[in-house]
C-alpha cells in the first residue's frame, strides 16, 4: 500500500510546454513538500503545504505553482518549462510542521526538458 | 560556509569493515539532525534520527558533537546492501525548513 505517490514517474517534455504532476499520500499527515534533486544530486526544498496552506515558499520561479486540493494532494503544475528544469521532483510528507518529524518520501518524478 | 557540508566520496570499503564520516553544520541553533539513506535512483528513507546523547540501531551508531557542529555516522561489518548515499539532514532553528545535505556515496565491495 503506496504511502506516497507520485505521477507520472517519467516526463519527457518540450521547452516551453507546460507540465503538472501530481501528488498524494495516504499517511494522513498534515505536512506535505516538494523537492528538486538536480544532477548534482542536492536535494533543495522548493514548497511546503501545511493543511492546505503554503508555509514555505523557496526562491522558485513563478513558473511553478503548487496546488493542494486537500491536505492529502499536492500537486505542481511547472509552466514554460525550460531546459533547466530538467531534474528529478520528490514530493514528500511529515505529520506536521513540527522539527523532529521524519519525512516520507514519494518514488520521484523524472522530468527531461529536451 | 555551506549550511549542510559532507565529504561527497566515494567512500570504497571492503565487505566487513567499519566506516565513518561525518557531516558539518554552520547553524548553532539546529536542533534537530537526521541520516537518510537513497538508493540510485530512489528516493531518500530516514535511516535514523541523531540524539543528543547518541544512538545505536544495530549496525548503525549516530553521533553528535553540538561544539563543534558536527554529526556522524558510523556502520560496522558492512554489507554490501549499505551502498547507498548517505544524506546528512539539519533544521533550520528559523523555520520549518529541513537543510540536506548533497550526500556522501558509499560503495561496499565483496
Known amino acids: 500500500d503506496t504511502a506516497v505517490s507520485q505521477t507520472p514517474k517519467y516526463l519527457v517534455t518540450q521547452m516551453g510546454n507546460d507540465k503538472s504532476i501530481k501528488c498524494e499520500q495516504n499517511l494522513g499527515h498534515d505536512t506535505m513538500y516538494w523537492y528538486k534533486q538536480d544532477s548534482k544530486k542536492f536535494l533543495k526544498i522548493m514548497f511546503s503545504y501545511n493543511n492546505k496552506e503554503l508555509i514555505i515558499n523557496e526562491t522558485v520561479p513563478n513558473r511553478f505553482s503548487p496546488k493542494s486540493p486537500d491536505k492529502a494532494h499536492l500537486n505542481l503544475h511547472i509552466n514554460s518549462l525550460e531546459l533547466g528544469d530538467s531534474a528529478v521532483y520528490f514530493c514528500?510528507?511529515?505529520?506536521?510542521?513540527?522539527?523532529?518529524?521524519?519525512?516520507?518520501f514519494g518514488p520521484g518524478t523524472r522530468l527531461t526538458v529536451t | 560556509r555551506k549550511e549542510v557540508e559532507q565529504d561527497p566520496g566515494p567512500f570504497n570499503v571492503p565487505e566487513g569493515a567499519t566506516v565513518a564520516f561525518n557531516c558539518t553544520y554552520s547553524?548553532?541553533?539546529?536542533?534537530?539532525f537526521f541520516w537518510y539513506r537513497q538508493d540510485c535512483r530512489k528516493e531518500p528513507k530516514l535511516l535514523m534520527s541523531?540524539?543528543?546523547?547518541?544512538n545505536e540501531d544495530g549496525r548503525f551508531t549516530a553521533q553528535l558533537n553540538r561544539a563543534s557542529q558536527y554529526i556522524s555516522l558510523l556502520i560496522r561489518d558492512s554489507k554490501l546492501s549499505d551502498s547507498a548515499t548517505y544524506l546528512c539532514?539539519?533544521?533550520?532553528?528559523?523555520?520549518?525548513?529541513?537543510?540536506w545535505g548533497a550526500g556522501t556515496k558509499l560503495i561496499i565491495k565483496p
Open positions: 547553524n548553532s541553533a539546529s536542533q534537530s
Open positions: 539532514v539539519v533544521n533550520t532553528p528559523s523555520n520549518y525548513q529541513l537543510i
Open positions: 541523531v540524539y543528543s546523547s547518541g
Open positions: 514528500a510528507s511529515s505529520p506536521n510542521l513540527g522539527q523532529g518529524y521524519e519525512q516520507y
